[in-house]
């Protein structure tokens, strides 16, 4: 039996693994820790919350999301930062639940109208089933980062 349901910080440490799965699945370094996923999800100002996908015995899905502002669609959306299946329940729906739930959670917590993810260029399977669902880029933006160094070079000495 497969069950959705939100995380809670005694779900940190099984978040943690599943997203150390992905990581090494994608070939990124996984800098995450049970000790920061507790204080990002249920510390003093959480950030972020997880949806998991259960069977009776283990965690076999993980959304990882967290609130975004659009003045352009006027509403609040969720940015879904990670989402992974186990290889033993991918094709069997269990992403587009996992994403369901993130986007029910989101609208009861957010008021969320809208979701936001990014995927890798290399991952085709993952961009066609975004493609399937009828997630769609958006050429007209770039996304642009800057590193822990970068920030602290901008915001100056304290």
């Avoid at 076999?60 to 669609?73: C, E, K, Q, R």
């Avoid at 729906?93 to 969320?112: E, P, S, T």
Wanted: glycine share 8%; hydrophobic share 40%.
């Amino acid at each position: 039996m497969l069950s959705y349901r939100n995380a809670t910080v005694e779900d940190a440490e099984a978040l943690n693994a599943a997203l150390a799965k992905l990581s090494r699945e994608l070939g990124d370094t996984h800098r995450a820790s049970v000790t920061a996923l507790r204080e990002l999800g249920w510390g003093e100002n959480p950030v972020c919350r997880a949806t998991l996908a259960e069977t009776e015995d283990e965690v076999v899905g993980v959304a990882l999301y967290s609130p975004y502002v659009s003045t352009v669609f006027g509403s609040a959306g969720i940015y879904v930062s990670d989402l992974w299946t186990a290889p033993s329940v991918r094709g069997k729906g269990v992403g587009k639940g996992l994403l369901a739930a993130a986007l029910r959670d989101g609208k009861q917590v957010w008021n969320a109208k809208f979701m936001k993810l990014d995927v890798y260029n290399s991952n085709l399977d993952a961009r066609q089933f975004y493609d399937r669902l009828g997630f769609r880029p958006s050429d007209e933006q770039t996304k642009m980062m800057l590193d822990e160094a970068g920030c602290t070079a901008l915001k100056g000495r304290e």
